[in-house]
């Protein structure tokens, strides 16, 4: 991604640019990986900018509560990030730590066959409005047994 790229972006947010943030930004929006703060911290790293860890936290933090990047909450700790903001599904291996993304046709037939019926229950017996519907997928590697 190019500065004038990432500034536009920032600037849209309300985020000031900085080298560092634009490295930060660039290497989530070039990974599919769902990195953590220190994965990430590395891929930074391997792309010629050393930025310590507490700005990646911190940066990660900022991209966050702006709606830049969205944070995936991990059971264990270790919270991943994802730059992709478009609705979409996540499957996580607990074998392995891997968050990945689910094709977006399978999501979409899995989400259309639920009964939403069921949704519009839950909204009248607890008094609330539903906004949109998440699903968290666990799982592990197949295995050649």
Do not use: W
Not at 78 to 105: C, Q
């Amino acid at each position: 991604m190019q500065p004038v790229e990432s500034k536009r972006i920032f600037q849209e947010h309300g985020v000031r640019y900085t080298d560092r943030r634009h490295a930060v930004y660039t290497g989530l929006s070039k990974t599919t990986s769902h990195p953590t703060a220190e994965e990430l911290k590395y891929l930074v790293s391997d792309a010629g900018c050393e930025v310590s860890t507490a700005t990646i936290y911190n940066t990660l933090d900022l991209f966050c509560r702006k709606g830049l990047v969205r944070r995936l909450l991990m059971p264990s700790g270790g919270d991943r990030y994802d730059a992709d903001l478009k609705e979409h599904l996540h499957l996580r291996l607990e074998d392995t730590g891997e968050v990945l993304d689910v094709p977006l046709d399978l999501a979409e037939t899995l989400l259309k066959e639920l009964d939403h019926k069921v949704i519009a229950q839950i909204e009248a017996r607890m008094g609330v409005g539903i906004e949109r519907l998440g699903v968290h997928l666990v799982g592990h590697r197949a295995t050649d047994d």
